[in-house]
């Protein structure tokens, strides 16, 4: 009987053994199970942690390469890099060398997270660990065909940029690629000035290419008390407006439409919702000639500054150096055919003109006469002589006076360019030393008796000056329309002219810009000539140079000012002038703008350019 009652107890204590050992193994089951859970869901937890940080500290790193850009539209080109390390971030995860990293980051943004970013314009940059792939971005804004970047040959587009970006969070790594274009808005005056504008003439037209969109015509003129915009007529107190894009015309302040009625082709009343007061300011944006000249190969000699005259006596092309007296016998002449510099000849031609005129009964009466066409032909991209060391030397000092002999650009795109020292500042009166074109051409007394002038310029060319512009003659057609040049004067430019004014593509002034289009200044100064014409009645006084009278409709003219592109008379940014800048524009028959945002391309805001995201692609 006892033996039985030891073996029931050695049985039981083994049970007891067995059971223990079986619930210390199932709890180091559920220990481990629960720490590998836990596990598991902090490094689920923190690599959503990581994945939801590493988005926005890769969007930081493009917004701050926009920076970059917007600052400097030529941010890459010498293999510069973006790089920034917080928290103690191991840039090995992001496949860098950290002997190779910087080793302070030299972005403007902060993180205040554990993670990295870099962005380099190096295809070599040895940052990247040895074996793999080099992410580099390409700045191909200013370029007219496709780069290629690391992805292959031909993959930025023109006037584009690939920005990549190789971004680490803790242990989550991500590369992002990001396709940025030039902005179709400057989230600022896309047309108009910094001071007043003043618009007078008969009709408005207002359009636009391809997906531009309706343009905004505006001024900042800082002066509450005063209207921003005057918008007045020629003389019958109506204004045609053909404005079927929607465009408008605004001002910080007021508008003064001067009591005007403003009525639509088919003479209907237009709604005055084109017209917008008190818009405030916008940001004027800026023009870097210097990056548009750097781009541009001139030819090594350059044509000497200085004044150049044509002698219909003799028919050839006379030259003084600056300061020269025209009354002497002039230092060079060149006979037609003659080269001033290579890719600037002197020619004399004769052409037959017909025109259509109103004789002193009122009658239309049509003439056919032949006139001498002196030209200047430029068929390459040229500077005038300059030399900075010596700025008043004549003969170098970017100065460049023309009378009676037109500009005719023979070769498209081509540049002719004024230069002056980058760092003189205007006069009192806004005017520089250097870089200043004069150019006067009404044609021969014959002509001008006639009433007939010849081009004052002509071509899809462009004119670039350093100084101002003054151009008087009968008519202008210039600008090449290209995305990269523009019509530009770091000084004031003034046109008078007795026919069309016609510019294509972006201009651009840092002064003044008055037009007159189809007006002299007999119509100011002289009432006789304001109704000359009027009712047929014979003209009682001879107008001056053979310019065109304000209510002479000759049926030969298009007096209109159209510019195809863009217009911004930007003034100068330093000024405390509330009115530098102004816009003054006088058109007898017509002002048509034809907004092209493409010749934009080349605007920066104060001293860059914004850009919009194209593509965006993560992996």
């Given at each position: 009987m006892k033996k039985k009652i030891a073996l029931n107890r050695k049985s039981q204590r083994g049970f007891a053994l067995m059971t223990v050992f079986i619930l210390t193994t199932v709890l180091l089951i559920m220990v481990l199970s629960l720490i590998s859970l836990t596990s598991q869901t902090l490094y689920r937890a923190t690599a959503d942690v990581e994945r939801a940080s590493i988005v926005p500290l890769a969007e930081s790193a493009v917004n701050e390469a926009r920076i970059m850009l917007m600052n400097d539209s030529t941010w890459g080109k010498a293999n510069e890099t973006l790089f920034m390390c917080s928290g103690g971030q191991d840039v090995t995860r992001a496949r860098l060398e950290p002997a190779q990293s910087p080793s302070i980051s030299n972005n403007n943004f902060s993180f205040?997270?554990?993670?990295?970013?870099?962005?380099?314009?190096?295809?070599?940059?040895?940052?990247?660990a040895s074996g793999s792939t080099v992410y580099y971005s390409v700045n191909n804004l200013q370029g007219t065909t496709a780069a290629d970047n690391w992805r292959g040959a031909g993959k930025v587009p023109s006037h584009s940029a690939s920005i990549v970006v190789t971004v680490a969070v803790g242990n989550t790594v991500k590369h992002l690629e990001v396709i940025l274009g030039p902005s179709n808005s400057l989230g600022g005056i896309e047309n108009g000035s910094r001071g007043s504008m003043n618009l007078q003439t008969s009709g408005i037209s207002l359009r636009k290419t391809g997906t531009s969109q309706a343009p905004n015509i505006h001024s900042n003129y800082n002066v509450s008390s005063k209207a921003s915009v005057i918008l007045d007529d020629i003389s019958s107190r109506t204004i045609v407006v053909d404005n079927p894009i929607g465009a408008t015309i605004s001002g910080r302040y007021a508008i003064d439409t001067r009591s005007n009625k403003f009525v639509d082709p088919n003479g209907k009343t237009v709604a005055s919702s084109w017209l917008q007061q008190n818009k405030g300011e916008k940001t004027v944006p800026d023009f870097k000639l210097e990056t548009m000249i750097d781009d541009i190969d001139f030819e090594t000699i350059t044509i000497p500054s200085g004044i150049y005259k044509v002698n219909f006596s003799t028919k050839k092309l006379d030259y003084w150096p600056d300061g020269g007296d025209k009354t002497t016998t002039a230092t060079t002449s060149f006979s037609p055919g003659n080269e001033i510099v290579p890719g600037l000849k002197f020619t004399y031609e004769?052409?037959?003109?017909?025109?259509?005129?109103?004789?002193?009964?009122?009658?239309?009466?049509?003439?056919?006469?032949?006139?001498?066409?002196?030209?200047?032909?430029?068929?390459?991209?040229?500077?005038?002589?300059?030399?900075?060391?010596?700025?008043?030397?004549?003969g170098t000092t970017g100065n460049l006076q023309i009378e009676e002999a037109s500009l005719d650009f023979v070769e498209t795109d081509k540049t002719l360019y004024l230069p002056g020292a980058s760092t003189e500042t205007p006069d009192g009166s806004g005017n520089y030393k250097n870089g200043n074109l004069t150019l006067t051409v009404w044609g021969t007394t014959e002509a001008q008796e006639a009433g007939w002038g010849q081009d004052l310029v002509n071509g899809e060319g462009n004119i670039c000056s350093m100084g101002g512009m003054n151009l008087y003659g009968a008519r202008i057609y210039v600008g090449s329309g290209s995305e990269t040049k523009a019509f530009y004067a770091r000084g004031d430019v003034e046109m008078q002219t007795i026919d069309q004014v016609k510019l294509n593509g972006l201009v651009f002034t840092n002064g003044n810009f008055t037009a007159t289009v189809g007006f002299s200044d007999d119509d100011i100064n002289n009432p006789k000539c304001a109704v000359c014409h009027a009712d047929g009645a014979e003209l009682s006084g001879k107008c001056t140079r053979g310019k065109t009278r304000t209510n002479d409709t000759n049926k030969s003219l298009n007096r209109t000012l159209e510019i195809d592109g863009a217009i911004i008379v930007a003034g100068d940014p330093n000024s405390v002038d509330p009115n530098s800048g102004t816009m003054k524009i006088k058109a007898l028959d017509q002002f048509n703008l034809t907004f092209n945002d493409n010749v934009l391309k080349k605007m920066t805001s104060s001293s860059g350019g914004y850009t919009r995201i194209l593509s965006w692609h993560e992996f």
């Open positions: 205040g997270q554990k993670g990295c970013y870099y962005i380099t314009f190096n295809k070599n940059d040895p940052k990247f004769t052409e037959t003109v017909t025109t259509t005129y109103r004789d002193r009964w009122g009658k239309w009466q049509t003439r056919t006469t032949s006139y001498d066409i002196p030209r200047l032909l430029i068929s390459k991209d040229l500077a005038v002589s300059f030399d900075p060391n010596n700025p008043t030397t004549p």
